[in-house]
């Protein structure tokens, strides 16, 4: 019992968080601060993190093997917390984060995220991934004024309800055919279940499967829904559902086909079915994506369209670690994680600070750099960044994920990697270009909370630092789960 | 009693319970008057002429008691099967089966609490 | 034999319960009468016994007008959602530990389940009318009727908690000694006050406060349409009734060891003063208002329901009491 | 067999469902349609559950979940449909189309 | 820290001084970007003299960076050999004199200042690099600030230049860092050491054949050769005139040095297998740069093409893969590098004056402008490879080494030569002789102006009179690659 506390206390701390904040907005009153309960949810999170610290190299196993932890799971769950918590700071200067709800949304998201990361039972890996949507589904609808606000919420509540109805469906055949929930187990029954003449239900759970985690990763042709949400949603929220909800979605992904078919027994339908259907979606992502991102005016429509395209090289990365062709796969992977959160956390700080409540397009940027020319220049870095340009941490992790692909022999997929990451450059240096070379006439400087501004020297910072010297983050990995 | 036969059972009190308003309909029909008129057909509004559509908006209360039912509802799923093999549960596991009862339910007084301070249970 | 008593078992219990029916409405109105120191029905037969009868012929042999505007497929089908649950419920009801017609093991949850289905009968029933009032008078009983459902359900977790089963005969039998109305007190309480309510009685009768509403959901239908939304209310009263005897009094059993009285006799009595109970309630409260009908509900009954629950697994581990829960 | 049966009926009501999510303009229509789907499912779990290759109960926790999370779902996807239908006062789903590029 | 390492921090620290200054002080920031270049030239000079002629890789400093896996470390490894010394020496010459002539640049000097020395920085990078990772990063970061110099400070059509240079040279990059990673993945390492001793002689496989394609495409589209040639024009004519003084004199060598780096001296066989096709992309360069340049009807336009014309020559002394030829392709990076500096300056200064670079408003300068036209003739001579200039050592090397190999496409880029000639005299004398255009001013240049450009005439004669101050250091370097070739 007690043992079975300690092990789950990340989870639990968020918990009580989450009631603190629940009984903190019920005993406050209707017109007094909420910085208070920001306060409580970052406490919270922070401590979170440390107890997922604190638990270091030891394996985890709860719920007959449908809660499991280990230090690479723990890895990524530092990764979802680090997310949150640069989003709940940068919501203290946020007009939403007014009401209690928003921190406590936040929270259970988190928790949805955390527990889908160490869920290994298809029940537990549903309702924590619907724990996370669900969340997700209000907080995009946070802002109540906001025609805009609503409507994504409610293309993200349809297209997110048929995306769960698609990835229940699948998961039902797997469980019909192996007779089992458990992961664990069910990749050991799966090769029995695919002499069993069956093996056209399991295709169809399959990709049935990857249509919902294609949804939630936003990977082409199942992403409809990203531009449209980013767009709508307020920009924190953006923010986490760009960085932590992917990484969740990423992470549910290898979860689930890292250890169905990652084992010995089925090496033919891995190579015959699951890369080929993961290359395609990898190389549609990459190609609509960043071809889309293009024609964006609207600056959150354009990330959106950028972060499908990265989704585009992340599962690269993810076929890496399911070819198991290199050691490197999962540290690739995870360095792109990093690499993306940094960069992606503070172009959307930016962005908040520059458009406050306007509609952010393009001219927004106009000026910047005579504004305000150090939160140009922080906005330039991340978009290079992004890019993947050498020195900052956004190419380390290219070169990574290229290595990796290398070394599987991948190579077409990795020369359309970089074709569209050039492709790429056009529409970060638009961007860069409009901060520096358009001129604006308001003239006044912008104005940066200390959260903002915080969570963007941060970002940058670690953008940095893990572009010139990589080893930091390498090593940290490598040393944490090997 | 096998589990087929109960549902049988229950399939034929399906069956009378139908059968009845229609037999007592179509025997009704025999014995009724029938004289259609205009004014008969037309919809009751105090005695004076219908005005607008009928198929209003509905005050958003509906839909917030409709949402608290469901929660409250969904809810009872989990109570029941806790409650029917608690004292199983108790044995096996100790007071941690009703630990964890007492924070699902903790949650969701909490989170009545919450919607009446919100005033979402005023009847405005 | 077996096979014909399957058969026959459920049309006889129809009629048992449309006899019931037939006099309980008269029962109603003369215990009403009765306590309001009036004298109730006495024209038609003697003691007006041929009251309910005189009125269901009137009912019948009346024209059946359907509004031009409605939705005509759903009005003719609202009536029977509405009546069909309520009988269906019986199927599962222990009378005596001979006269049940099928043990289901999830009886309870099988009768809130389908009891449930009514409101959508209702509403329904209100919507297809195209009528203002028919469809405010809908929306309202559905939204009491879903309120009250809450606390109704979680009342009885209690019952669950200490039998340890969903099955109705369970609960019988396992209140040979104590009948759960004195452990389950709280849960009784939320238990009669929801039902009362479930059932659109006064004083929670809005749904067909003829002074607000004119008539309720129900004010387009005429004759025997109409006939079947009283029917379906009088065939709960039964249901309800027999459901509160199997729940908190006991069911068949006994009080003080007088079992020289059969099981069913036993029944009946407690049945019967479940229903009279009923009318007392009926003739005695007023109507109370719609803002304190619904914040009664969430804001009283739903937490004291609660509370219930915890308070029983609570006192399961208090030593001499354990025996009761 | 009855296997084949049921999972015949769960695919053509989740096929329904998606052509309704597809097809239908009505928001309302729309949750109905998703909520269809999730039924589709919960239909296979059961009938895996009782008729499978391996019948056991952990398809019918698993329904148990899935209700929950469609009831959940269908909150929230309401909640937010209310309030979108006071901004724009209409529950035609092609009308809410101001997010653009 | 290393002496080539303090070489690398010098221009960082220049930038980091001068963000203290506040923006207007535009007089400060010159000074500073003066000085930190200048700092960078005199310790490049320094290094001259240590360095030991004869030796392989010197002043070499390796630090293990960061590894992946159980591939080998990538390493920040740099070091001098006598093919990257004169390189280096081109550079901070160019850069330090490229800083003189940003007097040009009259507004956000902070900007220009900084991005410019980060610019050096990434140039002094890419020739001191030896590790592939590392020559990427540096050739990435002459990417970005090249974008914003052009981009800011260029002419009408800035953007369009600037991004024609950021989609060609990022598409390049791609290649590059395909090709890097795909060496890294299948020899294991990406130190320029190690992979010397890795890579068998006979290597010569479709994989290292499709990487090293790729690498020279990347190394092509720098230089450029034909096909890639259109952002360089661009670029050539809306960049700032001390921008493109980097340009041409520094960035496109870049392209030659990793041929020669990464080309020849890695994968011999393999150059020495395209070589007829790059003497023919040579020519191509060589005869369509120099008939465009005659058709042009403005000044930098006619450089433009004239770059093109003479990077053919390089490609050409590439071409020839043996020790003369290199060397001719060494020198003419080099000599190209000072006379295209040279040249953009005297553009810039030109520009300054008569606010027009078409030839048809120049006309007549050599008699108000007599020591600007006197240093243009020097520089148009030494373009067209005026015997005693750098322009003749190199491409008489050049050709010399085609003649060897293929001795049919020498005697056509002969022909390149004469046409040199002809645009460059035409160029010369419609701006310097022939009628004086009236509207605009005609001051000659200040000793500001002549002072850093008689430095340079200074370099390019004494190249061309004592061309061994180069190619002693060279020679042993190349004598070791084509050994290695030959072996």
Not at chain 3, 102 to 131: E, F, H, K, P, Q
Not at chain 3, 304 to 312: D, K, W
Not at chain 4, 7 to 29: D, E, P, S
Not at chain 5, 433 to 456: C, N, R, T, V, Y
Request: hydrophobic share 55%; aromatic share 14%.
């Amino acid at each position: 019992m007690k043992q079975m506390a300690m092990d789950l206390s990340p989870e639990w701390i968020l918990l009580v968080g989450i009631a603190l904040i629940l009984i903190g907005e019920i005993l406050l009153r209707e017109n007094s601060s909420r910085f208070i309960l920001g306060l409580i949810a970052g406490l919270t999170v922070t401590a979170s993190g440390l107890f997922v610290i604190l638990q270091g190299k030891e394996v985890i196993s709860l719920f007959s093997d449908s809660y499991v932890s280990d230090p690479l799971i723990r890895s990524i769950k530092l990764l979802l917390i680090v997310g949150t918590l640069l989003v709940v700071i940068l919501s203290f200067s946020e007009k939403l984060a007014a009401k209690g709800e928003y921190y406590l949304l936040l929270l259970s998201a988190l928790l949805g995220a955390m527990t889908l990361v160490s869920a290994a039972e298809l029940v537990m890996l549903f309702v924590s991934l619907e724990l996370l949507s669900l969340s997700a589904y209000v907080l995009v609808g946070m802002h109540q004024e906001r025609l805009a606000s609503s409507e994504a919420a409610w293309k993200y509540v349809v297209y997110g309800g048929a995306s769960s109805a698609f990835l229940l469906y699948g998961m039902s055949f797997f469980y019909g055919l192996t007779g089992t929930t458990s992961l664990t187990e069910m990749s050991g029954n799966l090769a029995v279940a695919f002499t069993n003449n069956n093996e056209m239900l399991l295709y169809l759970g399959f990709f049935l499967i990857l249509v919902g985690i294609g949804f939630k990763i936003a990977a082409v042709p199942f992403h409809m829904w990203a531009p449209d949400i980013y767009q709508g949603a307020p920009t924190t929220i953006t923010t986490f559902l760009a960085v932590v909800s992917k990484i969740a979605g990423f992470a549910f992904m290898l979860r689930f086909l890292g250890s169905l078919f990652g084992t010995q027994g089925i090496q033919s339908v891995l190579h015959g079915v699951v890369i080929p259907a993961l290359l395609v979606l990898s190389i549609l992502s990459m190609i609509v994506g960043n071809v889309i991102a293009l024609k964006q005016f609207h600056l959150k429509r354009m990330l959106a369209y950028s972060s499908i395209g990265h989704a585009g090289y992340m599962i690269i990365a993810i076929i890496t670690i399911l070819l198991g062709g290199e050691s490197v796969a999962y540290s690739s992977l995870y360095y792109y994680f990093v690499a993306y959160l940094l960069a992606s956390t503070g172009t959307f700080a930016i962005l908040q600070v520059v458009a406050q409540d306007k509609s952010p397009d393009r001219r927004v940027l106009s000026g910047l750099h005579k504004r305000s020319p150090l939160l140009a220049f922080c906005l330039s870095v991340f978009l290079l960044s992004l890019a993947g340009i050498p020195f900052t941490a956004g190419f380390i992790g290219k070169l990574t994920i290229l290595v990796g692909a290398f070394g599987n022999s991948l190579f077409w997929v990795a020369g359309i990697m970089l074709l569209t990451t050039v492709i790429s450059y056009y529409y970060y240096f638009r961007l860069i270009r409009q901060m520096y070379w358009q001129e604006d006439e308001k003239a006044e400087k912008e104005r940066v909370s200390w959260s903002a501004g915080f969570v963007i020297a941060l970002t940058l910072i670690g953008t940095f630092l893990f572009g010139i010297m990589p080893q930091i983050l390498l090593q940290g990995i490598g040393s944490w789960f090997m | 009693m096998p589990i087929s036969k109960s549902f049988l059972i229950i399939g034929i009190f399906f069956l009378v319970a139908v059968l009845l308003p229609i037999a007592a309909l179509t025997l009704g029909r025999f014995l009724r008057a029938s004289k259609p008129s205009e004014e008969k057909a037309t919809t009751y509004e105090s005695g004076v002429n219908p005005i607008g559509g009928s198929w209003v908006q509905f005050h958003v209360r509906y839909y917030l008691y409709a949402l608290l039912f469901v929660i409250f509802d969904v809810e009872a799923i989990y109570l029941f099967p806790w409650a029917a093999s608690y004292d199983v549960l108790r044995s096996e596991i100790g007071l941690g089966i009703l630990l964890e009862m007492g924070l699902f339910l903790g949650f969701l007084i909490l989170g009545l609490i919450y919607a009446w301070k919100k005033k979402v249970l005023e009847w405005k | 034999m077996n096979t014909l008593l399957l058969y026959l078992g459920p049309v006889i219990l129809l009629l048992i319960v449309l006899g019931f029916v037939t006099y309980a409405i008269l029962a109603e109105r003369k215990v009403i009468g009765w306590i309001q120191g009036r004298i109730g029905p006495n024209q038609v037969g003697p003691w007006g016994l041929l009251q309910t009868v005189a009125d269901i012929v009137k009912l019948l042999i009346k024209e059946d007008t359907i509004p031009k505007n409605a939705d005509k497929t759903l009005f003719k089908l609202s009536p029977i959602i509405a009546f069909v649950p309520a009988f269906v419920v019986l199927a599962v009801m222990p009378f005596s530990s001979q006269i049940q017609f099928t043990d289901i093991g999830v009886g309870l949850l099988y009768y809130m389940a389908i009891s449930s289905i009514t409101t959508i009968g209702i509403l329904i029933g209100g919507w297809a009318s195209n009528n203002k009032y028919a469809l405010l008078g809908g929306m309202r009983s559905a939204a009491q009727m879903i309120s009250y459902e809450i606390p109704l359900v979680m009342s009885v977790v209690g019952i669950v908690l200490t039998v340890g089963s969903l099955n109705l005969n369970d609960i019988v039998e396992a209140q040979q000694k104590t009948w759960f109305i004195f452990p389950q007190i709280i849960g009784f309480v939320v238990f009669i006050i929801s039902s009362v309510s479930e059932l659109n009685r006064t004083p929670f009768d809005l749904p067909e406060a003829e002074s607000e509403l004119v008539a309720g959901y129900h004010v387009e239908y005429s004759g025997f349409r109409f006939a079947f939304f009283m029917l379906a209310e009088y065939v709960y009263i039964f249901a309800m009734s027999s459901l509160t005897t199997v729940l908190f009094l006991g069911g068949w059993n006994a009080p003080f060891g007088f079992t020289f009285l059969p099981g069913i006799v036993w029944f009946i009595i407690k049945f019967s003063v479940v229903v009279f109970f009923l009318y007392w309630v009926r003739a005695t409260m007023p109507r109370i208002r719609v803002d304190q009908l619904m914040q009664f509900a969430w804001k009283v009954l739903l937490p004291v329901a609660l509370a219930n629950i915890i308070l029983t697994t609570l006192l399961k581990e208090v030593p001499f009491l354990t025996h009761y829960y | 067999m009855y296997l084949t049966s049921y999972l015949a009926l769960a695919a053509i009501l989740f096929c329904i469902g998606l052509y309704g999510v597809l097809t239908k303009r009505n928001a309302v229509m729309l949750l109905f349609s998703v909520e269809l789907m999730l039924n589709a499912v919960n239909l296979n779990l059961v009938a895996f559950s009782r008729l499978g290759f391996f019948p056991n109960i952990e398809g019918q926790i698993f329904t148990f979940f899935t209700i929950t999370v469609a009831a959940a779902e269908a909150a929230v996807g309401l909640a937010i449909l209310i309030a979108l239908y006071r901004k724009k006062e209409t529950a035609e789903a092609d009308q809410y189309n101001s997010l653009k590029g | 820290m290393g002496i080539l390492s303090i070489l690398l921090c010098v221009p960082l620290v220049g930038v980091l001084v001068l963000q203290f200054f506040p923006k207007r002080k535009f007089s400060a920031h010159r000074v500073i970007a003066n000085l930190t270049t200048f700092v960078t030239l005199i310790l490049t000079i320094y290094l001259y003299f240590p360095f030991q002629t004869g030796q392989e890789m010197q002043f070499v400093e390796k630090v293990s960076w960061f590894t992946f896996g159980s591939f080998e470390p990538i390493s920040y490894s740099i070091g001098l050999d006598g093919l990257s010394l004169p390189l280096l020496m081109l550079t901070t010459l160019v850069s330090f004199i490229g800083s003189i002539a940003s007097i040009y640049i009259k507004e956000r000097t902070k900007q220009y200042y900084s991005l410019f020395l980060l610019l050096e920085v990434g140039t002094i990078g890419v020739f001191l690099a030896t590790n592939l990772v590392l020559f990427f990063f540096f050739f990435e970061l002459t990417l970005i600030t090249m974008f914003f110099l052009i981009g800011i400070w260029g002419y009408s059509k800035k953007e369009r230049a600037a991004y024609q240079f950021l989609i060609y040279n990022g598409l390049g990059s791609a290649f590059l860092l395909i090709g890097i990673v795909g060496i890294y993945v299948y020899f294991g390492s990406v130190d320029y050491d190690s992979l010397m001793k890795v890579i068998p002689i006979s290597s010569f496989n479709p994989f290292t054949w499709t990487l090293l394609t790729l690498l020279l495409v990347a190394f092509a589209i720098k230089l450029p050769i034909f096909p890639f040639h259109r952002w360089m024009l661009l670029v050539h004519v809306q960049a700032p005139p001390s921008v493109v003084m980097i340009h041409a004199g520094i960035l496109l060598k870049m392209g030659a040095y990793g041929m020669l780096r990464f080309g020849v001296s890695l994968f011999p066989d393999y150059m020495e297998y395209i070589s007829t096709l790059l003497a023919v992309f040579g020519l191509i360069n060589l005869l369509y740069g120099a008939i465009l340049a005659f058709a042009q009807q403005e000044l930098k336009s006619v450089l433009a093409y004239s770059s093109i014309s003479h990077m053919g020559i390089i490609l050409l002394g590439i071409a020839a893969a043996n020790q003369v030829g290199l060397q001719g392709a060494v020198l003419q990076s080099i000599s190209h590098g000072l006379l295209s500096a040279l040249f953009f300056f005297l553009v810039g200064a030109l520009y300054e004056r008569t606010k027009s670079t078409q030839l048809e408003n120049l006309g007549g300068l050599a008699k108000s402008m007599p020591i600007y036209s006197g240093i243009l003739m020097v520089a148009s001579l030494g373009l067209l490879g005026l015997p005693g200039l750098s322009g003749f050592v190199s491409e008489f090397f050049s050709l010399l080494g085609l003649f060897e190999r293929h001795p049919i496409y020498a005697s056509v880029g002969t022909l390149g030569l004469i046409l040199a000639a002809v645009y460059t005299l035409r160029a010369l004398l419609s701006v310097s002789f022939g009628e004086q255009k009236k509207s605009i001013s005609h001051q000659d240049i200040a000793w500001k102006e002549w002072l850093p450009m008689f430095f340079l005439v200074v370099t390019i004669v004494g190249i061309g009179v004592y061309p061994d101050l180069i190619s002693s250091t060279l020679n042993h370097t190349l004598e070791t690659i084509v050994s290695d070739w030959r072996g």
